[in-house]
């Protein structure tokens, strides 16, 4: 059984230019989950997504920042005129269900960099 | 809103020894869940140990053991049998038992090096 995907692991962008991270969960797990790590600091939550819904974007930047979990494909984060700020690991993680215990599954990461 | 505090930037062990890593944390929920994830240098997200609020017991699993104390609202791991690949940031991290898919909420990192 897979992991999670992450695509590409690294992503070079100029100022302005839009960037689009890709995650796929592991099989069988409809609920994935963004966080954004900026440097020497600890994971922050973004958004949560299951199928074709958003469940919880109380994270997200109100602009520039938009996610999609699509009923076929991976979950899109992208992110429109992109700015220094948002240089950062970005991590997607899933999980299988939506108790506590639940574990929320991560993949290795979208190294964002902006020029 | 839940708030995570590790309070070690940094920390460091001799191989074979015991460390241990605070984490305190704030919530008026009384139901919630406690988690250790390591990130070693490939910066992959690996969990730990977990456990739950409602449970008295420490939660233990191999050489890594939790201390905690609800009402001081305290979550320390203790690594014991320090080996070389133990090496890594480690996040303390909260997660709501109410409602449905809640988020992680993670402390800062404490990063923890293994001396030979």
């Known amino acids: 059984n897979a992991g999670v995907m992450q695509n590409p692991r690294h992503l070079v962008r100029r100022r302005g230019q839009e960037a689009r991270l890709r995650c796929s969960p592991m099989k069988g797990h409809s609920h994935v989950y963004w966080y954004r790590q900026l440097p020497e600091e600890g994971l922050k939550f973004m958004v949560y997504l299951q199928k074709e819904n958003i469940i919880d974007e109380s994270g997200m930047p109100k602009e520039r920042f938009s996610a999609e979990f699509p009923k076929e494909g991976p979950s899109i984060l992208r992110i429109q005129q992109v700015v220094r700020g948002d240089s950062a690991a970005y991590f997607c993680?899933?999980?299988?269900?939506?108790?506590?215990?639940?574990?929320?599954?991560f993949g290795p990461g979208t190294r964002l960099t902006v020029l | 809103a839940q708030t995570v505090t590790q309070s070690q930037p940094e920390m460091s062990v001799q191989e074979a020894e015991t460390v241990t890593l605070s984490c305190t944390y704030d919530?008026?929920?009384?139901?919630?869940?406690l988690f250790w994830y390591k990130q070693p240098p490939s910066r992959q997200m690996i969990l730990v140990i977990r456990?739950?609020?409602?449970?008295?017991q420490n939660a233990t699993e191999n050489r890594f053991s939790v201390n905690f104390q609800k009402a001081a609202k305290s979550f320390s791991l203790k690594i014991s049998d320090s080996q070389l690949g133990d090496a890594a940031m480690y996040f303390c991290a909260y997660r709501s038992a109410m409602g449905s898919g809640s988020r992680l909420t993670f402390g800062e990192g404490t990063q923890l090096t293994v001396n030979p």
């Open positions: 993680a899933s999980s299988i269900g939506t108790s506590g215990f639940d574990e929320q599954f």
């Open positions: 456990q739950e609020a409602y449970k008295q």
């Open positions: 919530t008026s929920e009384s139901d919630y869940y």
